[in-house]
């Protein structure tokens, strides 16, 4: 069964400060790879999606991620935080390339993000 | 304006009791999905559905029940709440390729006393 890797609960940071999320799947096959932002009590948002070619991909608001499928790895970056950017964020992951039929996400357990003036 | 909308925003309700959240989708998308927001748990599928008529159970499918009647909209119902189940529900939807991502609407606050 698939199954997502978060490795940070709660991180916090300073602003100006580089973010680095963690984030491990696990799973055999073609992979579509997300992440998700959620600010404080609202849903879910798309930050970012890497399904293939380059495996280096831009989401909004200056976030970024890497594909490194050796690693099984999708890591989620910003190079400078700011305060607007506190929230919880979730990598998630489903199976089935381009011309696949959808499947079900599998979500991370999330990571809280807190940025400090 | 397009989009998913799900309702109450927020519910409370005794032990025993049914309770149905709605979910409506305007972008006739053929996936509909619900989850559950648990501290610590992250999301978590209940149901999805890939058309009209068409459900699965996902990771936690126990004590819910789902229909889908009709393509824009997907119900979930717990028969019998349980303080358990207590939480927040996300519906989603998508359309049916693998790697369309989620729409999700603003989510339901269910508390079982």
């Known amino acids: 069964a698939q199954s997502v890797s978060q490795h940070n609960h709660h991180v916090i940071l300073s602003e100006a400060a580089s973010l680095e999320l963690g984030c491990n799947y696990s799973?055999?096959?073609?992979?579509?790879l997300f992440w998700y932002v959620q600010y404080p009590g609202q849903h879910l948002q798309l930050l970012l999606k890497?399904?293939?070619?380059?495996?280096l991909v831009k989401g909004i608001k200056g976030f970024e991620a890497e594909f490194i499928k050796s690693k099984f790895s999708f890591n989620l970056r910003k190079p400078s935080v700011q305060w607007s950017d506190t929230a919880e964020y979730f990598c998630?992951?489903?199976?089935?390339?381009?011309?696949?039929?959808?499947?079900?996400?599998?979500f991370g357990k999330g990571t809280r993000l807190s940025v400090i003036a | 304006d397009a989009g998913i909308t799900q309702s109450p925003r927020y519910k409370i309700t005794e032990t025993g009791r049914q309770v149905t959240l709605m979910c409506h989708q305007t972008?006739?998308?053929?996936?509909m999905f619900w989850y559950r927001q648990d501290l610590g748990h992250g999301l978590r599928l209940i149901y999805y559905?890939?058309?009209?008529?068409?459900?699965d159970k996902g990771e936690v499918p126990d004590g819910y029940v789902v229909s889908r009647s009709k393509t824009e909209n997907f119900p979930l119902t717990l028969e019998s709440a349980t303080r358990s189940q207590t939480s927040v529900y996300f519906c989603?939807?998508?359309?049916?390729?693998?790697?369309?991502?989620?729409?999700f609407g603003n989510g339901t606050r269910l508390t079982v006393t």
């Open positions: 998630a992951v489903n199976g089935g390339g381009l011309n696949s039929g959808n499947t079900p996400l599998v």
């Open positions: 799973y055999g096959g073609t992979v579509n």
């Open positions: 890497y399904f293939s070619g380059d495996p």
């Open positions: 972008w006739s998308h053929s996936y």
């Open positions: 559905s890939a058309a009209a008529d068409i459900t």
């Open positions: 989603a939807s998508a359309t049916d390729r693998a790697n369309s991502p989620l729409h």
